[in-house]
């Protein structure tokens, strides 16, 4: 099936640098990129996403850029903190309009202090 | 905030068990899904319904059932647990329209021995 690879699997980074995690996609035809935080012990939850009409979107200290002539997209996260340590998702549409998400494999973030 | 609730939160289970985890969302989302964390895998689609009387299989749907007998309610059944199937089970809504947003419920921990 169609996949989404997510890298790195482990970022270390000191408090108030910034972290960056990069996803590539298969299909073309996906549409809608969100990212998932999920803190130890709790559910993933939605922090932001962005749709294909767009390359950029950014709220609240994160930054999310799509490529789609090279099927990638990245979360940056500035001014990090301690509180920013957790898993991070990226997912993709399976295809336009999909009811499917895709996850990648998850990104384990720790931020130092 | 959209409320998804999962039992049992942690189940021990015997090999060629049956075991069936339940999920109710209060939402009135029509989409529900049913995905396993694993490390190195991240979140993989077991199961997911479109309403009631409803249910697709996922990327991964071998050895599980579901169950989506109302709206708010869906269940995912193993007939025959197998120690593979040891992992967190996640259970989350969604109305995969203009907002996209998948709501996920607490977990359950599973531990097939």
């Known amino acids: 099936g169609e996949q989404v690879e997510q890298l790195p699997s482990i970022l270390r980074v000191q408090e108030g640098s910034s972290a960056s995690i990069n996803c590539t996609y298969e299909?073309?035809?996906?549409?809608?990129f969100p990212w998932y935080k999920q803190e130890p012990g709790e559910n993933p939850k939605l922090i932001i996403d962005?749709?294909?009409?767009?390359e950029r979107k950014q709220t609240q200290g994160l930054i999310v850029l799509l490529d789609k002539k090279a099927k990638r997209f990245s979360l940056h996260i500035t001014d990090t903190q301690p509180g920013d340590s957790a898993m991070y998702f990226c997912?993709?549409?399976?295809?336009?309009?999909?009811?499917?998400?895709?996850f990648g494999s998850g990104t384990q973030l720790t931020v130092m202090p | 905030e959209a409320a998804v609730t999962q039992s049992p939160r942690n189940k021990v289970a015997v090999t060629g068990g049956k075991v069936t985890l339940s999920c109710n969302q209060t939402?009135?989302?029509?989409?529900m899904y049913w995905y396993r964390q694993d490390t190195g895998h991240g979140l993989r689609l077991i199961h997911y319904?479109?309403?009631?009387?409803?249910?697709e299989k996922g990327d991964i749907p071998d050895g599980y059932k579901a169950s989506r007998p109302s709206q708010e309610n869906f269940s995912l059944i193993l007939e025959l647990a197998t120690p593979s199937q040891t992992s967190v089970y996640f259970c989350?809504?969604?109305?995969?329209?203009?907002?996209?947003?998948?709501?996920f419920g607490a977990g359950t921990r599973l531990s097939v021995l």
């Open positions: 989350a809504s969604g109305v995969m329209g203009a907002q996209n947003t998948l709501y």
């Open positions: 299909n073309s035809a996906s549409n809608y």
């Open positions: 962005i749709r294909s009409n767009m």
């Open positions: 997912a993709a549409s399976a295809s336009s309009g999909s009811w499917q998400l895709i």
């Open positions: 939402n009135n989302h029509n989409n």
């Open positions: 319904s479109y309403g009631a009387g409803s249910t």
